[in-house]
């Protein structure tokens, strides 16, 4: 998926968190051979060379949400790699094929899909307090760290603003944005690359979901008012960060998220 993958788990014996942080691990690599477009064989793969591919529940259901967050977002995030081609879902069959010689890419998503089933992963051998991360751009956590005290990222250091510094518990991030990559970032409305410096991050109980919406809001510039309430867009203004639905953050008015507190320090 083009970075790295760090976990970092507490709460019990070394054996066994490097045990449960192992087949963590495992999930991933297997998300990363399925949904590669790089690799031959993978579900992507034969997709991208006009099959109708079947898939199980699990997969389906990302394709679906992909789908959905592509309505949503007003088209700004979309999997597709073609502006004329289409995402074809059948449900009876759980097959997924696209329209028109287009392909897929998943690299929008895949990252924040593979932490969640991570974390799942984790939370099924009983861990209680851990962080997963990919490149630094996407996480989630687990409980709070073993102190007691939420999980701390930073955010926007690469915006005129002051870095955000945000507290998670029980909860996912994702950020999008072009200072490390440069202008890479493409709306696929017109599937031209943004030319602006642009920043965008969300927070949710998703990394999957976070992860496509981060895309959609660098694209957009501005929360869409189909955007789910239950996710937190952050942007930045030109003063401050604006953190919705909570409205505007200053230093001076440090609106908390609900179950995510953004602070300064």
């Known amino acids: 998926m083009g970075c790295r993958f760090e976990l970092v788990l507490a709460g019990g014996p070394e054996l066994w968190l490097r045990a449960a942080g192992e087949e963590a691990i495992e999930e991933i690599d297997t998300t990363h ?3 590669t477009r790089f690799k ?10 006009g099959a109708q591919q079947r898939v199980d529940g699990e997969l389906f259901a990302l394709f679906e949400l992909a789908d959905r967050i592509r309505q949503q977002s007003e088209d700004a995030f979309d999997i597709t790699r073609n502006a004329d081609s289409n995402l074809l879902l059948h449900q009876p069959n759980r097959t997924v094929s696209v329209s028109q010689g287009g392909s897929v890419d998943l690299g929008g998503i895949g990252k924040g899909y593979a932490i969640d089933l991570a974390i799942r992963s ?3 051998a009983g861990i209680t307090s851990a962080f997963v991360h990919a490149g630094g751009s996407s996480g989630a956590a687990i409980g709070t760290r073993p102190d007691g005290s939420p999980w ?4 926007g250091e690469s915006t005129p603003l002051d870095p955000l510094r945000i507290d998670i518990t029980n909860r996912a991030f994702a950020v999008s944005g072009d200072a490390q ?4 970032i493409t709306d696929p409305r017109t599937m031209s690359t943004t030319t602006a410096s642009v920043f965008g991050a969300c927070v949710g109980e998703s990394a999957c979901e976070c992860d496509a919406w981060a ?10 008012a189909t955007m ?9 203004g030109k003063c401050a960060w604006r953190i919705e639905p909570d409205g505007c953050l200053t230093p001076e008015d440090p609106s908390p998220c609900a179950q995510s507190t953004a602070v300064r320090s």
């Open 33 to 35: 051979a399925l949904l």
């Open 40 to 49: 031959p064989g993978s579900v992507v793969s034969h997709i991208n060379e």
């Open 122 to 124: 984790l939370r099924e």
């Open 152 to 155: 701390r990222i930073s955010i």
């Open 181 to 184: 990559q440069g202008q890479h």
């Open 215 to 224: 895309t959609a809001l660098c694209v957009l510039g501005a929360r869409p």
């Open 228 to 236: 789910p309430e239950s996710l937190h867009s952050i942007l930045p």
